[in-house]
């Protein structure tokens, strides 16, 4: 069974100038449908059927994968039925579908969940309707432009839910299988079953009022998406920890926070369940599974941040802090991963490793954190690209010196000879090029970043460092 999904789309509109490729949201109103269409599972192609170069350009530069046809010049206007123009991407190409799928630019709300449900209903009702398309469905009273009551007695006013509903077609979705399209030369058959879609997902863009309608339907509808996003944060009570669960917390996703240490009521307010777990154990990463599979059952971010730091010479490094410092720093990223793999995948979700400078540059006293932290830097590599195939993205980020009580504990690592440690920050903050230190919401706010796939989707196996440039300057200057 082999599905086709055929999009037209002109270059010129003429009731709404440049719609199909202008920005709504920032992004090109056409790259919503598209990217629909390559998260559905059961679409095997798609095709775009233009006129427009500036489409054909913005296809092959984001979107290679799909298939483009230069519509001929006799078929370009707004006259031309959109049949013939089906029927003719289809011959000309010489397209094997069993099954085609219509839709448009103008239906960005238009959802995956929806596409497979209408290709599922069709299969199971082909026997008895050749064809479907998508409608939205009115409970109210209509009249005739002569006056005259459509569906309703108005000496008899019953309610209008108790009405006999009439079915809008609203341009969203058409499953037609080939079979239809070759007898009738068309997309909708004799016999074609009605799918009936909510209101705000057949929100369609032909007047200028519809296109600033649904560009504040598309902001709604992303805030919603974040209200079920889950998140699992580890070291969730540290510095940046903190600053990680109240960053995802006022976006509206659910914080699961895991920690050593019990939260203090401040802490408290950021996180919707908290499990006390020592990640040194070797039984962490199914006590952390089981705590997400029992609270939500979701999962669509791994922060893994939690971490040990021993401050000492190499030579004095002990085998019970080398295994601390490692198991908790490194060992538990790798397994989180894989034993929260299942769900990541279902939600096409994201780790993000949060490693150290000290991955790349070091400096005395601090051999095992610097060792952890850059197997964290290079098993993010070799994560995301194993995990890619799933849609899993994988990344690091390379905090330097952030204002936390592990940096402030580490002051007096060869940084001091007894000095005051408020002038030891202070001349921390001299060295950087931005003359100051990072912030715990700093890290919060480039971790928020990478795990939106609408913003970062592109981003993976990437390490990438925020230390206000510290690292850039020679150590001789």
């Known amino acids: 069974m082999k599905i086709i999904a055929i999009i037209p789309i002109k270059h010129n509109s003429t009731r709404v100038p440049g719609k199909n490729y202008r920005l709504l949201n920032g992004k090109p109103l056409y790259h919503y449908i598209i990217e629909t269409l390559l998260h559905a599972p059961s679409v095997n192609e798609i095709v775009v059927d233009t006129d427009s170069p500036t489409i054909k350009e913005g296809l092959n530069c984001f979107f290679p994968s799909v298939r483009v046809y230069d519509r001929p010049k006799e078929l370009h206007g707004g006259d031309v039925s959109t049949n013939l123009l089906l029927c003719n991407v289809i011959e000309q190409l010489g397209l094997d579908g069993d099954i ?10 238009l959802k995956v969940e929806t596409i497979e449900n209408c290709i599922k209903t069709f299969l199971d009702h082909k026997d008895t ?15 005739t432009k002569d006056s005259l009551p459509m569906n309703h007695d108005p000496e008899n006013l019953i309610p209008t839910q108790n009405l006999d509903p009439i079915y809008e077609e609203n341009s969203c979705l058409y499953v037609v299988p080939i079979e239809t399209i070759q007898k009738y030369r068309r997309r909708i058959g004799n016999n074609p079953y009605l799918y009936v879609m909510e209101d705000i997902e057949s929100q369609d863009i032909d007047w200028e009022d519809d296109f600033r309608t649904t560009e504040a339907l598309v902001k ?3 805030e919603l998406d ?11 009570n540290g510095g940046i920890g903190e600053a990680l669960c109240k960053k995802f917390r006022t976006e509206g996703w659910e914080v699961l926070g895991v920690d050593i240490k019990d939260p203090n009521l401040k802490q408290q307010v950021y996180l919707s369940q ?8 070797d039984d962490a990463h199914n006590t952390i599974y089981e705590f997400v599979n ?5 999962l669509d971010c791994i922060v893994n941040n939690a971490a040990i730091q021993v401050n000492k010479p190499a030579n004095e490094t002990t085998l019970e802090d080398w295994a601390n410092v490692m198991n908790c720093n490194l060992r538990i990223s790798m397994f989180l991963g894989q034993r929260l793999y299942s769900f990541l995948k279902e939600t096409s979700g994201s780790i993000i490793n949060i490693s150290s400078v000290h991955a790349t540059q070091t400096s005395t006293n601090i051999a095992a954190y610097a060792t952890a932290k850059g197997g964290l830097a290079s098993m993010t590599r070799a994560m995301g690209l194993e995990y ?5 993205r994988v990344n690091c980020i390379l905090p330097g010196a952030i204002n936390t009580p592990m940096l402030k504990d580490g002051l007096t690592r060869g940084h001091t000879d007894g000095s005051d440690p408020d002038e030891v920050m202070k001349n921390f ?9 990072g912030q715990p919401r700093e890290i919060a706010e480039l971790a928020y970043f990478l795990s939106d796939n609408t913003k970062a989707g592109f981003f993976t196996c990437q390490s990438l460092t925020m230390d206000g440039g510290v690292t850039t300057r020679l150590s001789i200057e």
């Open 388 to 392: 890619a195939k799933d849609n899993i």
């Open 429 to 437: 903050e001299r060295k950087h090029p931005l003359g100051r230190i």
């Open 220 to 222: 709604y509808r992303s």
């Open 274 to 281: 908290y499990k006390n777990v020592d990640l040194t154990t």
């Open 294 to 298: 029992d609270s939500f059952g979701r």
């Open 129 to 143: 309707n050749d064809s479907l398309f998508t409608v939205k469905c009115h409970h109210t009273r209509f009249y």
């Open 100 to 109: 085609y799928l219509h839709t448009h630019t103008t239906n960005p709300l």
């Open 226 to 236: 974040k209200k079920g996003k889950v998140v699992l944060v580890t070291g969730c």
